[in-house]
Nanobody, 125 residues
Framework: QVQVVESGGGLVQAGGSLRLSCTVS????????MGWFRQAPGNEREGVSC????????YYVPSVRGRFTISRDNAKNTLYLQMNSLKAEDTARYYC??????????????????WGQGTQVTVSS
């Protein structure tokens, strides 16, 4: 029984910060690459960030580079997304996913095995 649970979303003013968390159970967490996705109403799901199983390699979609930081604490089975300098265009529901890849290069965003219910991020301008 794999469970993926996101938390930390909310309403924030443009320029502000949020930290999202994702706790995973039911699998060996440190064997898997992890990713963050987001989806706004009427838009396609977008891969935001990817992290290697041990945290040594990461990927960010260009629109968030320099503003977001993905990290993980394998001892706590937890994935994080620190979001700074938030913009209205970041408004979306954010999802955590357990990935079926061995690299953050290529089409990692199409290889997710499990994902959570999401957490809403709304940025007011």
């Amino acid at each position: 029984q794999v469970q993926v649970v996101e938390s930390g979303g909310g309403l924030v003013q443009a320029g502000g910060s949020l930290r999202l968390s994702c706790t995973v159970s039911g699998l060996t967490f440190d064997e898997y690459y992890m990713g963050w996705f987001r989806q706004a109403p009427g838009n396609e799901r977008e891969g935001v960030s990817c992290i290697m199983w041990n945290g040594m390699r990461t990927y960010y979609v260009p629109s968030v580079r320099g503003r977001f930081t993905i990290s993980r604490d394998n001892a706590k089975n937890t994935l994080y997304l620190q979001m700074n300098s938030l913009k209205a265009e970041d408004t979306a529901r954010y999802y955590c996913a357990v990935l079926a890849v061995q690299s953050c290069s290529g089409s990692w965003e199409h290889s997710n095995n499990y994902w959570g219910q999401g957490t809403q991020v709304t940025v007011s301008s």
